[in-house]
Protein backbone atom coordinates (compact mmCIF):
# COMPACT_ATOMS: atom_id res chain seq x y z
CA UNK A 1 0.00 0.00 0.00
CA UNK A 2 1.10 3.78 -0.68
CA UNK A 3 2.12 5.71 2.72
CA UNK A 4 3.11 9.07 2.21
CA UNK A 5 4.57 10.73 5.52
CA UNK A 6 5.09 14.27 6.28
CA UNK A 7 7.45 14.45 9.73
CA UNK A 8 6.99 18.19 10.37
CA UNK A 9 3.76 18.92 11.94
CA UNK A 10 4.38 22.38 12.79
CA UNK A 11 6.68 25.38 10.98
CA UNK A 12 6.76 28.57 11.07
CA UNK A 13 8.20 31.58 9.19
CA UNK A 14 8.85 34.77 8.80
CA UNK A 15 6.87 37.19 6.38
CA UNK A 16 8.36 37.31 3.02
CA UNK A 17 11.02 34.68 3.96
CA UNK A 18 11.08 31.44 2.27
CA UNK A 19 10.22 28.13 3.47
CA UNK A 20 10.30 24.21 2.47
CA UNK A 21 7.62 21.55 3.98
CA UNK A 22 9.32 17.93 3.39
CA UNK A 23 6.97 15.19 2.23
CA UNK A 24 8.28 11.62 1.27
CA UNK A 25 5.96 8.95 0.21
CA UNK A 26 6.36 5.24 -0.67
CA UNK A 27 5.58 3.08 -3.42
CA UNK A 28 6.23 0.93 -5.76
CA UNK A 29 4.54 1.89 -8.70
CA UNK A 30 6.24 4.25 -11.54
CA UNK A 31 3.13 6.37 -12.49
CA UNK A 32 1.45 8.29 -10.49
CA UNK A 33 0.60 12.12 -8.93
CA UNK A 34 1.71 13.75 -6.20
CA UNK A 35 -0.08 17.36 -4.93
CA UNK A 36 0.10 19.82 -2.68
CA UNK A 37 -2.68 21.04 -0.69
CA UNK A 38 -3.33 23.86 1.65
CA UNK A 39 -6.30 23.80 4.05
CA UNK A 40 -7.30 27.19 5.55
CA UNK A 41 -9.16 28.07 9.06
CA UNK A 42 -12.16 27.74 6.60
CA UNK A 43 -11.77 24.21 6.32
CA UNK A 44 -11.24 24.78 2.59
CA UNK A 45 -9.09 22.14 1.06
CA UNK A 46 -7.20 24.04 -2.16
CA UNK A 47 -4.98 22.79 -4.68
CA UNK A 48 -1.77 24.37 -4.11
CA UNK A 49 0.73 22.39 -6.47
CA UNK A 50 0.64 19.39 -8.79
CA UNK A 51 3.81 16.88 -9.95
CA UNK A 52 3.98 14.30 -12.49
CA UNK A 53 6.18 11.69 -11.80
CA UNK A 54 7.20 11.12 -15.17
CA UNK A 55 8.33 14.66 -15.41
CA UNK A 56 11.66 15.20 -14.76
CA UNK A 57 10.76 18.96 -14.57
CA UNK A 58 9.85 20.31 -11.07
CA UNK A 59 6.53 22.29 -10.78
CA UNK A 60 6.08 26.04 -10.15
CA UNK A 61 3.04 27.88 -9.07
CA UNK A 62 3.49 31.36 -8.80
CA UNK A 63 5.65 31.53 -5.23
CA UNK A 64 5.27 27.48 -4.78
CA UNK A 65 7.46 25.57 -5.89
CA UNK A 66 8.39 21.83 -5.45
CA UNK A 67 11.66 19.65 -5.15
CA UNK A 68 10.55 16.42 -6.62
CA UNK A 69 13.22 13.74 -6.11
CA UNK A 70 11.98 10.68 -7.80
CA UNK A 71 14.55 8.11 -6.61
CA UNK A 72 14.57 9.64 -3.02
CA UNK A 73 10.71 9.43 -3.18
CA UNK A 74 10.85 13.04 -1.95
CA UNK A 75 8.35 15.69 -2.51
CA UNK A 76 9.19 18.71 -0.90
CA UNK A 77 6.97 22.26 -1.27
CA UNK A 78 9.21 25.77 -1.44
CA UNK A 79 6.90 28.82 -0.59
CA UNK A 80 8.91 32.27 -1.20
CA UNK A 81 8.11 35.40 0.10
CA UNK A 82 5.73 34.53 2.45
CA UNK A 83 2.82 36.24 3.23
CA UNK A 84 0.34 36.32 6.08
CA UNK A 85 -2.40 34.43 3.58
CA UNK A 86 -0.14 31.63 3.03
CA UNK A 87 -0.68 30.39 6.70
CA UNK A 88 -2.39 27.61 7.06
CA UNK A 89 -2.76 23.57 7.17
CA UNK A 90 -0.67 21.91 3.98
CA UNK A 91 -1.04 18.27 3.09
CA UNK A 92 1.07 16.30 0.44
CA UNK A 93 -0.76 13.49 -1.45
CA UNK A 94 0.34 10.65 -3.41
CA UNK A 95 -2.44 9.10 -6.53
CA UNK A 96 -1.64 6.52 -9.17
CA UNK A 97 -2.25 7.78 -12.86
CA UNK A 98 -4.19 4.71 -13.17
CA UNK A 99 -7.60 3.05 -11.09
CA UNK A 100 -9.96 5.12 -8.92
CA UNK A 101 -8.03 8.61 -8.87
CA UNK A 102 -8.09 8.10 -4.97
CA UNK A 103 -5.88 10.60 -2.92
CA UNK A 104 -3.82 8.94 -0.09
CA UNK A 105 -3.07 11.98 1.85
CA UNK A 106 -0.08 12.82 4.62
CA UNK A 107 -0.62 14.00 8.28
CA UNK A 108 -0.58 17.60 7.43
CA UNK A 109 2.15 20.69 8.52
CA UNK A 110 0.74 23.70 9.76
CA UNK A 111 2.40 26.50 9.00
CA UNK A 112 1.98 29.84 10.85
CA UNK A 113 3.48 33.19 9.52
CA UNK A 114 5.22 35.51 12.00
CA UNK A 115 4.30 39.36 10.92
CA UNK B 1 -15.72 26.77 -7.04
CA UNK B 2 -16.59 23.25 -8.19
CA UNK B 3 -20.12 22.47 -7.43
CA UNK B 4 -20.32 20.56 -4.41
CA UNK B 5 -22.49 20.59 -1.48
CA UNK B 6 -22.53 18.86 1.73
CA UNK B 7 -25.15 18.74 4.27
CA UNK B 8 -25.34 19.13 7.11
CA UNK B 9 -22.39 21.29 8.01
CA UNK B 10 -22.47 20.51 11.30
CA UNK B 11 -23.98 17.60 13.66
CA UNK B 12 -24.33 16.90 16.86
CA UNK B 13 -25.56 13.03 17.62
CA UNK B 14 -25.62 10.59 20.55
CA UNK B 15 -23.85 7.16 20.41
CA UNK B 16 -25.94 4.10 19.18
CA UNK B 17 -27.95 6.49 15.97
CA UNK B 18 -27.45 6.45 12.51
CA UNK B 19 -26.19 9.43 10.89
CA UNK B 20 -26.26 10.37 7.18
CA UNK B 21 -24.09 12.69 5.36
CA UNK B 22 -25.36 13.67 2.27
CA UNK B 23 -23.21 15.14 -0.64
CA UNK B 24 -24.85 16.56 -4.21
CA UNK B 25 -22.78 17.60 -7.09
CA UNK B 26 -23.47 19.75 -10.48
CA UNK B 27 -20.58 18.69 -12.30
CA UNK B 28 -21.20 15.37 -13.46
CA UNK B 29 -18.36 13.52 -12.13
CA UNK B 30 -17.62 10.07 -12.54
CA UNK B 31 -16.01 9.89 -9.38
CA UNK B 32 -17.01 10.53 -5.58
CA UNK B 33 -15.47 10.26 -2.54
CA UNK B 34 -15.59 10.33 1.29
CA UNK B 35 -13.02 10.97 3.56
CA UNK B 36 -12.51 11.65 7.15
CA UNK B 37 -9.80 14.16 8.86
CA UNK B 38 -8.26 14.06 12.15
CA UNK B 39 -5.75 15.43 13.94
CA UNK B 40 -2.62 13.70 13.10
CA UNK B 41 -3.81 11.40 10.57
CA UNK B 42 -4.61 13.84 7.57
CA UNK B 43 -7.26 12.68 5.65
CA UNK B 44 -8.41 9.09 5.22
CA UNK B 45 -10.71 7.23 2.59
CA UNK B 46 -13.73 5.77 4.28
CA UNK B 47 -15.42 4.83 0.51
CA UNK B 48 -15.38 6.01 -3.43
CA UNK B 49 -17.51 5.29 -6.15
CA UNK B 50 -16.34 5.32 -9.62
CA UNK B 51 -20.10 5.46 -10.91
CA UNK B 52 -24.26 4.84 -9.94
CA UNK B 53 -24.15 1.92 -7.84
CA UNK B 54 -20.55 1.50 -8.22
CA UNK B 55 -18.99 1.59 -5.03
CA UNK B 56 -15.53 0.47 -2.71
CA UNK B 57 -14.26 0.54 0.37
CA UNK B 58 -11.60 3.32 1.60
CA UNK B 59 -8.70 2.01 4.30
CA UNK B 60 -11.58 3.27 7.19
CA UNK B 61 -14.63 1.62 6.26
CA UNK B 62 -15.24 -0.14 9.14
CA UNK B 63 -19.01 1.35 10.48
CA UNK B 64 -19.80 3.21 7.43
CA UNK B 65 -22.04 2.54 4.25
CA UNK B 66 -22.54 4.48 0.99
CA UNK B 67 -25.24 4.53 -1.53
CA UNK B 68 -25.24 6.18 -4.88
CA UNK B 69 -28.11 5.95 -6.81
CA UNK B 70 -27.73 8.94 -8.68
CA UNK B 71 -24.30 10.37 -9.89
CA UNK B 72 -25.22 13.13 -8.57
CA UNK B 73 -25.38 11.89 -5.12
CA UNK B 74 -23.54 10.18 -2.70
CA UNK B 75 -24.56 9.35 0.90
CA UNK B 76 -22.32 8.56 4.07
CA UNK B 77 -24.15 6.62 6.27
CA UNK B 78 -23.20 5.58 9.99
CA UNK B 79 -25.46 2.85 11.20
CA UNK B 80 -24.65 3.23 15.10
CA UNK B 81 -22.53 6.02 15.57
CA UNK B 82 -19.47 6.03 17.99
CA UNK B 83 -17.81 8.58 19.30
CA UNK B 84 -14.77 7.65 17.65
CA UNK B 85 -16.55 8.34 14.85
CA UNK B 86 -16.33 12.36 16.10
CA UNK B 87 -14.51 14.25 12.60
CA UNK B 88 -15.23 16.48 10.14
CA UNK B 89 -15.73 14.24 6.78
CA UNK B 90 -15.15 15.87 3.44
CA UNK B 91 -16.59 14.50 0.08
CA UNK B 92 -14.74 15.28 -3.13
CA UNK B 93 -15.22 14.69 -6.72
CA UNK B 94 -13.45 13.84 -9.69
CA UNK B 95 -13.13 13.66 -13.20
CA UNK B 96 -9.98 14.58 -15.01
CA UNK B 97 -7.38 12.15 -16.15
CA UNK B 98 -4.98 14.79 -14.44
CA UNK B 99 -6.30 13.83 -10.92
CA UNK B 100 -7.29 16.43 -9.08
CA UNK B 101 -10.15 16.23 -6.37
CA UNK B 102 -12.23 18.95 -5.99
CA UNK B 103 -13.60 19.23 -2.49
CA UNK B 104 -16.64 20.02 -0.56
CA UNK B 105 -16.47 22.31 2.79
CA UNK B 106 -16.74 19.53 5.00
CA UNK B 107 -19.19 18.22 7.64
CA UNK B 108 -18.33 18.37 11.65
CA UNK B 109 -19.56 15.39 13.06
CA UNK B 110 -19.86 15.08 16.87
CA UNK B 111 -20.97 11.76 18.68
CA UNK B 112 -21.49 12.12 22.17
Known amino acids: AQTVTQSQPEMSVQEAETVTLSCTYD???????LFWYKQPPSRQMILVIRQEAYKQQNATENRFSVNFQKAAKSFSLKISDSQLGDAAMYFCAYRLIQGAQKLVFGQGTRLTINP | DAGITQSPRHKVTETGTPVTLRCHQT?????MYWYRQDPGHGLRLIHYSYGVKDTDKGEVSDGYSVSRSKTEDFLLTLESATSSQTSVYFC???????????FGSGTQLSVL
Open chain 2, 27 to 31: ENHRY
Open chain 1, 27 to 33: TSESDYY
Open chain 2, 92 to 102: AISESRAGQLF
